[in-house]
T-cell receptor
Framework: KNQVEQSPQSLIILEGKNCTLQCNYTVSPFSNLRWYKQDTGRGPVSLTIMTFSENTKSNGRYTATLDADTKQSSLHITASQLSDSASYICVVSFSGGYNKLIFGAGTRLAVHP | EAGVTQFPSHSVIEKGQTVTLRCDPISGHDNLYWYRRVMGKEIKFLLHFVKESKQDESGMPNNRFLAERTGGTYSTLKVQPAELEDSGVYFC????????????FGPGTRLTVL
C-alpha cells in the first residue's frame, strides 16, 4: 500500500533553535518527494521538490534530504522563527505519468518566543 | 500573477442538500487537481483534469461527487446529496506540467455538513 508516514506528529521549539522532521514512505514506483508548508487556514505551499537522484535540496533556512534506498526524507529547519509555526507535510509523487500525490499527515510545528 | 482561488471559503449545509465548490486555477495551467482533507486525516487526491478532460478520477469517493471543467478553465465540484462524512476541507491545485512541476494550491473550501 502506498503510504507516507511522518514524525513527530507535533513539535514545540524555542525561537532560534533548529529542528528536524522525518518522513518515511512506501510509495512505489517513486517519482519525486516534496515538502510543503501549510499555515492555518491556507493551502499548502511547496518548499522543496527532489527526484530520486537528489539527496539534498535547500530553500533558505529549510534543507530537505532524501535517501531513496531507505525511503526516508527529512526536513531540517535552521534558526527557527515564529513564522515557521505551521504544519509541514511530506508528499510523495506516484510515478504513473500524472503526478499523483500521496500525502503524509503532517508535523505540526509551534515555535515559541 | 493571481494564485489559485476557491469559492466559497466556508460552506455550512444540512445533510441531503447540494453544494457546489468552485476553483479558478492559475491562468495557463492545464492541470487542475481536487483534494480533500477530512478531520484528523491526511490530504487525499480526488481527481485530476488536463484541460477539460478527466485524466484520473480514482480518488472520487462515490457518485454523489461530480466534477466538471467546462472549457478547460475553472472547475466545479458538486456534492449531491451531501452526507455528514463529506465534511472537510476541499483543496484545488493547478500546475503547468506534470511530473516535476510544482502544484500550486488554493486556500481551500471548508465544508461542514450538519
Amino acid at each position: 500500500k502506498n503510504q507516507v508516514e511522518q514524525s513527530p506528529q507535533s513539535l514545540i521549539i524555542l525561537e532560534g533553535k533548529n529542528c528536524t522532521l522525518q518522513c518515511n514512505y512506501t510509495v512505489s514506483p517513486f517519482s519525486n518527494l516534496r515538502w510543503y508548508k501549510q499555515d492555518t487556514g491556507r493551502g499548502p505551499v511547496s518548499l522543496t521538490i527532489m527526484t530520486f537522484s537528489e539527496n539534498t535540496k535547500s530553500n533558505g533556512r529549510y534543507t530537505a534530504t532524501l535517501d531513496a534506498d531507505t525511503k526516508q526524507s527529512s526536513l531540517h529547519i535552521t534558526a527557527s522563527q515564529l513564522s515557521d509555526s505551521a504544519s509541514y507535510i511530506c508528499v510523495v509523487s506516484f510515478s504513473g505519468g500524472y503526478n499523483k500525490l500521496i500525502f503524509g499527515a503532517g508535523t505540526r510545528l509551534a515555535v515559541h518566543p | 500573477e493571481a494564485g489559485v482561488t476557491q469559492f466559497p471559503s466556508h460552506s455550512v449545509i444540512e445533510k441531503g442538500q447540494t453544494v457546489t465548490l468552485r476553483c479558478d486555477p492559475i491562468s495557463g495551467h492545464d492541470n487542475l487537481y481536487w483534494y480533500r482533507r477530512v478531520m484528523g486525516k491526511e490530504i487525499k487526491f480526488l481527481l485530476h483534469f488536463v484541460k477539460e478532460s478527466k485524466q484520473d478520477e480514482s480518488g472520487m469517493p462515490n457518485n454523489r461527487f461530480l466534477a466538471e471543467r467546462t472549457g478547460g478553465t475553472y472547475s466545479t465540484l458538486k456534492v449531491q446529496p451531501a452526507e455528514l462524512e463529506d465534511s472537510g476541507v476541499y483543496f484545488c491545485a493547478s500546475s503547468q506540467g506534470l511530473t516535476y512541476n510544482e502544484q500550486f494550491f488554493g486556500p481551500g473550501t471548508r465544508l461542514t455538513v450538519l
